[in-house]
């Protein structure tokens, strides 16, 4: 069914490198950007800076900050399962889906005593 020997001129497997065809197969899989971040944007207010992180789709309990050795961390995670069964209780379709971003950022010149989060419309933002 499937074939794991990728096909090269001259089929040359000297340059078969089995890890940059993992790498290939997920940027295929789920685009360029990955699962693994999600968008930012920083701003210098003069005496702060803001820091917005798109996250939609995710609930408020599904956001994790920690702060430590001077590095903010933002971490998501979301699940979901749905199923579908049939009168006799078997299962017709069942479906998981998961998926996690997180990102960290260096704060070591920031006062951390004045970071402030909240989360609305998808966007975690500095709280007023």
Known sequence: MFNLTPYRKHNEVSYYDPFQMMDEMERRFWGSNGMSSFKTDIRD????YVLEAELPGFQKEDINIQLSDNYLTITAEHRTESEEKDKKGNYIRRERTWGSYSRSFDVSDINT???K???QNGVLTQAD
């Open 45 to 48: 207010e003069g005496g702060a």
């Open 113 to 115: 005593a004045q970071i």
């Open 117 to 119: 989060a909240g989360y």
